[in-house]
């Protein structure tokens, strides 16, 4: 019986071991070799005493020893929580310190980079290195910009790859565990400002590997390649669906499109999932004619396609089936367009995955009549456990399900997306609108609170406003419009003197130190004030009225 997230890898080395599972340049791995190394990681794990539930964080790019600590830590009873390799180390050390992690897989360069930060993680209590061991001058390095307590204990928490899945050291126990435990937290960008944590079972997880992979028709044939970052939901799919069919997964991190058609050549891949901005810039290039051949599917997630990118890639890609897909973290995946239908609507989400309901209602809780807009609701096993540490905000979100008896002393939980659709008289829905004010740009949710709390980190600052704005290849772009402290010789509206262009550029420089590029505003305009509301509080519907065709001109 499948409970758990590593038993995917579990059975299918029973199954056929010796069938392929990971290809990483020039490296391959079948499933009994997978299946070892995670094992190895586990007991890595639990020869430290790791208790059930405690969280291991993977702050690495796609390589095998991501796979290995993911799949590695469910096998040990942990929860894994993979942090996006763009992230600084002001976001990366949120993320430790919010949900508690105590043990840390990394590089010893990325390691370096946080060095300085890592004191504000008191619960960390273990860092694995996969590459070389640290030497001892660059252990004395790192605590010597640490406070006296972590100085005091960084050199035995450090630890190389070898030595910590040393396959000759003595067997822990298993943690038992459930399929409606804990199995990882995927970090994804909230109004508040900071990342929030969403919290999925084992049983999310797999139910989700089990829904995608029947409405793609995966099977043991299937070779994907991996694109999407790990700790992105779409992202973990593409692992979680192959190693649900026995398929393969090609990891690679996205570095120029013509990259990607290489490696879709090389490895002969049949599937191909990526973000708007991706297929945006994938569909202008000719293809190669092995790819058109054999490239089975394609999926978009992360944003609406553009309507001119998806006939474009129908018109290169003849014989390939194209998914559009809809989701969110915390439900991991929601809606489909079968690829019958993209012709037909292009501008559609689709319908419901297998074994979900997608409901549309109003303020009132009340079923919305075809066409009418409304809030997406989604229930069903893929609904997440909710947000880690934050109570408020997951009761906000995870509310009872509309329509269901009311007699149930639990009763069931759905997700309240907060996005507003409509579902039209043959039963497809169409996103209209966010509630909030959250950014979508390059397939990320971004929160314009962060943005503009790290904009103030620049100085001289009295007013920030960071927004979202149309743009023709990221979906939306992020804007960032300040008010100096002293706007003497500034000018007025748009007009920028030297000055203004300074305290731009360095508002830019600051951006690009402090937050991960797919967060950089892609412009920022100085203005003597910005717009107050009536109730004293930026006016930001005027502004993005006013600067709603920036990028589009």
């Known amino acids: 019986m499948l409970s758990q997230v590593h ?13 392929c599972a990971l290809y990483y340049r020039d490296t391959t791995l079948d499933y009994q070799t997978l299946w070892d190394a995670c094992q190895a990681f586990a007991q890595g794990l639990r020869r430290t005493g790791l208790s059930a539930g405690a969280r291991v964080a993977c702050f690495l790019p796609k390589q095998p020893e991501t796979v290995f600590t993911l799949f590695g830590t469910s096998a ?17 050390v949120h993320i430790l310190s919010d949900c508690n992690v105590q043990v840390l897989v990394t590089s010893a360069q990325r390691l370096k980079g946080l060095q300085d930060v890592l004191q504000q993680c008191p619960d960390l ?6 590459d070389a061991p640290l030497a001892a001058s660059a252990a004395a390095g790192a605590n010597a910009s640490c406070t006296e307590h972590y100085r005091e204990s960084l050199a035995t928490k450090i630890t190389g790859w070898p030595d910590f899945v040393d396959a000759d050291a003595p067997i822990a126990a298993v943690a038992e ?15 508040t400002g900071h990342p929030k944590g969403v919290v999925l079972s084992h049983r999310n997880l797999l139910a989700g590997a089990e829904s995608v992979a029947s409405y793609l028709g995966n099977t043991a044939s299937d070779r994907v390649l991996a694109l999407l970052p790990l700790s992105f939901d779409a992202g973990l799919s593409q692992l979680t669906t192959m190693f649900f069919c026995g398929g393969s997964a090609v990891l690679m991190d996205y570095l120029l499109p013509g990259d990607v058609l290489r490696a879709l050549e090389r490895f002969e891949v049949t599937g191909l999932g990526a ?6 810039q994938l569909a202008g290039l000719e293809w190669p004619s092995a790819v058109v051949q054999r490239l089975r599917y394609i999926t978009n997630t992360g944003g609406a396609m553009p309507t001119a990118t998806t006939r474009s890639l129908a018109a290169r890609l003849p014989h390939t089936q194209i998914f559009l897909m809809y989701g969110l973290t915390e439900a991991f995946r929601s809606t489909y367009l079968p690829p019958d239908q993209v012709a037909l609507r292009p501008d559609s989400i689709g319908r419901a995955i297998p074994n979900a309901e997608i409901l549309v209602v109003d303020a009132n809780g009340r079923e919305c009549a075809p066409d009418e807009p409304g809030e997406l609701v989604h229930r069903g096993p893929l609904v997440a456990m909710g947000y880690w540490n934050a109570p408020e905000l997951t009761a906000r979100r995870f509310r009872p399900a509309p329509g269901r008896p009311p007699e149930l002393s639990t009763p069931e939980l759905a997700v309240w997306s907060g996005d507003r659709v409509r579902r039209d008289r043959e039963g497809y829905l169409y996103f209209l609108s966010r509630e909030d004010d959250m950014i979508k740009t390059s397939g990320y949710r971004v929160s314009p609170t962060e943005v503009e709390e790290v904009v103030y980190g620049a100085g001289n600052i009295a007013q920030a406003a960071a ?9 939306q772009a992020i804007l960032v ?34 937050l991960p590029s797919f967060m950089v505003p892609q412009a920022v305009i100085v203005l003597a004030e910005l717009p107050l509301g009536p109730n004293g509080k930026l006016d930001r519907k005027w502004l993005a009225s006013e600067y709603s065709h920036y990028f589009q001109e």
């Open 7 to 19: 038993h995917l890898v579990q059975r299918k080395a029973e199954q056929f071991g010796s069938s």
């Open 76 to 92: 040990a009873g942990g929860v894994f929580v993979p942090v996006n390799p763009l992230l600084k180390p002001r976001q990366v």
């Open 125 to 130: 209590q273990l860092v694995v290195t996969v």
């Open 177 to 191: 565990r459930i399929d409606a435990d804990m199995a990882a937290i995927l970090y994804t960008s909230g109004s």
């Open 275 to 280: 973000v708007p901005p991706i297929w945006n």
């Open 467 to 475: 927004m979202g704005l149309a743009h023709p290849s990221l979906g």
């Open 481 to 514: 419009l300040v008010s100096p402290v002293s706007n003497a010789g500034t000018g007025t509206d748009t007009e920028i003197d030297d000055s203004g262009h300074a305290l731009q550029q360095a508002v830019l420089g600051h951006c690009r130190r402090e």
